[in-house]
Nanobody, 123 residues
Framework: VQLQACGGGLVQAGGSLRLSCAAS????????MGWFRQAPGKEREFVAA????????YYADSVKGRFTIFRNNAKGTVYLQMSSLRREDTAVYYC?????????????????WGQGTLVTVSS
């Protein structure tokens, strides 16, 4: 499975941004997928996860109510809609995929990772 994340950029605090992660290779529609982020000087942290069907989602408390993860299996793409962005959301965002949903949602040990896209939130 190859993952290609895009959509990052510079946005003002309070603004919105949508990230995309295009997956190719194996039958990606059967994989759970997620988003993680890593701010400068900090460890990578979980942001959101979605089951292969899209029926189950899970969010970090820090983004709950502001971010929405969803997917389009026909396009092999998972999205992260980010709203009410804060300076502390500044980070490189990575998408991840694994057959095991709990592995995506509860660990940083997914089998497949994208290259990351930078989101910078200015005040």
């Amino acid at each position: 499975v190859q993952l290609q994340a895009c959509g990052g950029g510079l946005v003002q605090a309070g603004g919105s941004l949508r990230l995309s992660c295009a997956a190719s290779g194996r039958t990606v529609s059967t994989y759970a997928m997620g988003w993680f982020r890593q701010a400068p000087g900090k460890e990578r942290e979980f942001v959101a996860a979605i089951s292969w069907s899209g029926g189950t989602t899970y969010y970090a408390d820090s983004v709950k109510g502001r971010f929405t993860i969803f997917r389009n299996n026909a396009k092999g793409t998972v999205y992260l809609q980010m709203s009410s962005l804060r300076r502390e959301d500044t980070a490189v965002y990575y998408c991840a995929a694994d057959r095991n949903y709990q592995k995506v949602a509860l660990t940083a040990e997914s089998d497949y990772w994208g290259q990351g896209t930078l989101v910078t939130v200015s005040s």
